[in-house]
T-cell receptor, first 115, second 111 residues
Framework: GAVVSQHPSWVICKSGTSVKIECRSLDFQATTMFWYRQFPKQSLMLMATSNEGSKATYEQGVEKDKFLINHASLTLSTLTVTSAHPEDSSFYIC???????????FGQGTRLTVV | GESVGLHLPTLSVQEGDNSIINCAYSNSASDYFIWYKQESGKGPQFIIDIRSNMDKRQGQRVTVLLNKTVKHLSLQIAATQPGDSAVYFCAENNYGQNFVFGPGTRLSVLP
C-alpha cells in the first residue's frame, strides 16, 4: 500500500515554543491530507483537512492560529503547534488519500510532549 | 468478555479463538467503511474496507460485515493470534469527506 511518512516520531519542547510536524506521501500525490489528534485511550479526532494550495479547513473547536497547517505541495503537509502548552501534549497523526473515495493511509504519528 | 467504561471497551479472547469486534456508525449516508488496527504508539493500519453496496467482504483471516439497516459494522478475526492484540477502530466515510472514527475496541489475546 501507499506510504505516508511523518516526522518527527516524538518531540519534547518547552512551554511557549513552537513545533513543526511534517507529513509526506512518499509514493503518491495526495490532494488532501488530514490531521488528527489522539489523547490516551481515546479515538482519533479530526483537527483539520488540508488541501494542496489552499487554506486548511478546521474542525469546530480547533484554533487555526494555534495549529498552523501548510500544504505547499502534493506530497507534503505541515502542522505547526504554536506557543505550545502542556495541554497540547498529545499524539498527532496525519493521513492522506489517493482519491476522494479510497482508503486513507496514516503516518506513524508524532508524540508531542510539552514541558 | 466485553467491558465498557471510562476507558476503551476491551474484548478478551483466547488465542486460537475467533474474535468479533462491533461498531455502530452514525451516518446513514456513509458509503464507505474501513477497519483500522492501531498498535501502541503507532498510526492506524488499514485492515479491510467495504462499500455500502456490499454486506460482506473477506480478507485473509478477517471478514467485515455491514448491516445498513441498523448501521452496524463488525470485524471478525479468525484464529486470533497474539499479534492481533491492538486497538481496532471502524471509520465511516461519506462521499469522499473525511473519515469519522468510532471510539475503538481494545482486543486482548490471552495465551
Amino acid at each position: 500500500g501507499a506510504v505516508v511518512s511523518q516526522h518527527p516520531s516524538w518531540v519534547i519542547c518547552k512551554s511557549g515554543t513552537s513545533v513543526k510536524i511534517e507529513c509526506r506521501s512518499l509514493d503518491f500525490q495526495a490532494t488532501t491530507m488530514f490531521w488528527y489528534r489522539q489523547f490516551p485511550k481515546q479515538s482519533l479526532m479530526l483537527m483539520a483537512t488540508s488541501n494542496e494550495g489552499s487554506k486548511a479547513t478546521y474542525e469546530q473547536g480547533v484554533e487555526k492560529d494555534k495549529f498552523l497547517i501548510n500544504h505547499a505541495s502534493l506530497t507534503l503537509s505541515t502542522l505547526t503547534v504554536t506557543s505550545a502548552h502542556p495541554e497540547d501534549s498529545s499524539f498527532y497523526i496525519c493521513s492522506a488519500r489517493l482519491t476522494r473515495n479510497t482508503e486513507a493511509f496514516f503516518g506513524q504519528g508524532t508524540r508531542l510532549t510539552v514541558v | 468478555g466485553e467491558s465498557v467504561g471510562l476507558h476503551l471497551p476491551t474484548l478478551s479472547v483466547q488465542e486460537g479463538d475467533n474474535s468479533i469486534i462491533n461498531c455502530a456508525y452514525s451516518n446513514s449516508a456513509s458509503d464507505y467503511f474501513i477497519w483500522y488496527k492501531q498498535e501502541s504508539g503507532k498510526g492506524p493500519q488499514f485492515i479491510i474496507d467495504i462499500r455500502s453496496n456490499m454486506d460482506k467482504r473477506q480478507g485473509q483471516r478477517v471478514t467485515v460485515l455491514l448491516n445498513k439497516t441498523v448501521k452496524h459494522l463488525s470485524l471478525q478475526i479468525a484464529a486470533t493470534q497474539p499479534g492481533d492484540s491492538a486497538v481496532y477502530f471502524c471509520a465511516e466515510n461519506n462521499y469522499g469527506q473525511n473519515f469519522v472514527f468510532g471510539p475503538g475496541t481494545r482486543l486482548s489475546v490471552l495465551p
